[in-house]
């Protein structure tokens, strides 16, 4: 589903990513962890096609970055950190928007679809600004899912989270990941990576430093295999 | 939550129609400023208290007023329209949501035409509401047909580049002054021919010195379009 060689990203004299190879398969959640500055951002940007590669292949459900980004986006859900709402719309109007940009067809049934899915249809017609921040990152992810993409890339989804928003997109994220997409997701939470993925790559100094399954890695020994990752 | 059938209900977007996504952009900008109208208001505030200032401070004669109008109208515009501009493109970069547009699956010059239209349709309401009152307050016509047709022109030449410059600088941290810094010199073409032939309707003029400002404005216009739809997919991406 998602297969990356060589992968080169410079920015100027910096270079952030280093000859990475990566391959995810269909159905697979994977969880890229490291340290900050590692470049993960950087690479699922790459991979969102919102930063064009320096140098090495990338290829998403067949089709190829950059020269075939449009096919990729239709394919392709983003969360990030930051929700990509705007304040002043409602939910409904949110949702409405990036329907339309989208070109998903009878857009109503499918807006509320996604609200029941984010626990979110009691608020359809209340602005984003009065919600708070689980339930933007909730409404986030609805808008990643609204054109029912293949590919799912979160990028640190926890950040600024508390304990009852980080259970509650628990929920959501198990329900997208458990409806046949392929994730991959960024955190620097270990728990919760370890609930969530079936498989861990450290992310070190621009290239995947080690690799595991869930079933290979055994329980409660992520930390174990993050550490040694990084210190070798 | 629902535990769903969302995979198999769900439909594969067809990619989006180019015109879809303007319209979207364009509804999507005009729906959020009517409920907040921060930007509406920020430019028309600005612009009214300039024709204000200008008012007090020239104590002109009938004639010398004509001359000087075009002079103040397109400055007003001008330093008003940069407020809308710089206002626009930073909603859309301080919450991630260019990113959002980005990630669509539709040609990104869409993405600069939605833009176009909402800034464009910005501009003329603020210049809809400061032409009757500077008329007003000068004691000047300016509904005149020809005049009119020369705010739409350069108002159009203006926001085409003022919006490709805007996504450039909304990407640095000093954007609220480097808008202006990259954007006048390039408009400097299009504001002496606005203000020229402005100026022309206004002293009644012959066609003959008119035309040829029209004419570099059309020209403006196209040309400036036409550079920002080819690259405004490399000024976006990183």
């Known amino acids: ?232 | 939550m629902a535990e769903s059938t969302l995979r198999t209900t769900a439909r594969r977007p067809a990619k989006s129609s180019f015109w879809k996504a303007i319209a979207a952009i364009a509804w999507k900008d005009l729906s959020a400023e009517l409920r907040s109208r921060e930007l509406l208001s920020a430019m028309l505030v600005f612009s009214l208290l300039v024709i204000l200032i200008f008012n007090f401070a020239l104590e002109l004669d009938i004639t010398t007023r004509r001359t000087v109008t075009s002079g103040v109208l397109w400055a007003t515009f001008a330093f008003a329209g940069t407020l809308g501009l710089n206002r626009s493109m930073a909603v859309e970069k301080d919450r991630g949501c260019l990113d959002g547009l980005l990630l669509a699956p539709v040609d990104r010059s869409a993405i600069y035409f939605g833009k176009v239209i909402s800034n464009l349709v910005f501009m003329l309401i603020v210049e809809a509401i400061v032409l009757p009152i500077y008329s007003v307050l000068y004691s000047i016509n300016l509904f005149q047909p020809g005049l009119l047709l020369v705010i739409l022109l350069g108002s159009v030449g203006y926001v085409a580049v003022g919006t490709l410059l805007s996504s450039m600088a909304v990407q640095t941290r000093t954007r609220d002054v480097l808008l202006p810094i990259l954007l006048f010199p390039v408009v400097v073409p299009i504001l002496i021919a606005a203000v020229k032939a402005s100026g022309g309707y206004l002293t009644n003029a012959p066609m003959t010195d008119i035309l040829p400002w029209l004419n570099l404005l059309i020209a403006y216009d196209v040309i400036f379009t036409a550079i920002a739809f080819m690259v405004f997919d490399y000024v976006v991406e990183e």
Not at chain 1, 78 to 86: F, G, N, Q, T
Not at chain 1, 88 to 110: Q, S, V
Not at chain 1, 180 to 192: E, I, K
Request: charge should be positive.
């Open chain 1, 1 to 232: 589903m998602i297969e990356v060689k060589k992968l080169v990203k410079r920015f100027g004299l910096k270079t952030v990513l280093r000859g990475l190879d990566f391959r995810v398969q269909p159905g697979e959640f994977v969880a890229l962890l490291g340290p900050n500055g590692a470049g993960k951002t950087t690479f699922l940007r790459i991979l969102a096609s919102l930063s064009r590669p320096s140098l090495g292949i990338v290829d998403i459900a067949g089709y190829s970055l950059p020269k075939q980004a449009a096919a990729v986006r239709a394919r392709l859900g983003v969360v990030s950190h930051l929700p990509l709402l705007y304040d002043d719309l409602t939910a409904e109007e949110n949702l409405t928007f990036y329907a339309r940009m989208y070109g998903i067809d009878n857009l109503n049934a499918r807006i509320t679809e996604v609200l029941e899915m984010v626990g979110l249809e009691a608020r359809r017609r209340d602005l984003v600004r009065t919600f708070s921040r689980g339930m933007q990152q909730r409404l986030a992810i609805g808008r990643a899912v609204l054109h029912d993409p293949d590919v799912m890339l979160f990028d640190e989804p926890y950040t600024g989270l508390d304990q009852d928003a980080s259970s509650m997109l628990d929920g959501v994220l198990q329900t997208v990941a458990g409806q046949g997409r392929t994730v991959v997701m960024t955190s620097h939470d270990l728990a919760r990576a370890e609930d969530l993925a079936t498989r861990f790559d450290i992310l070190s100094r621009g290239v995947i430093a080690a690799s595991s399954t869930r079933e290979g890695l055994g329980k409660g020994n992520l930390l174990t295999f993050y550490k040694q990752a990084l210190a070798g």
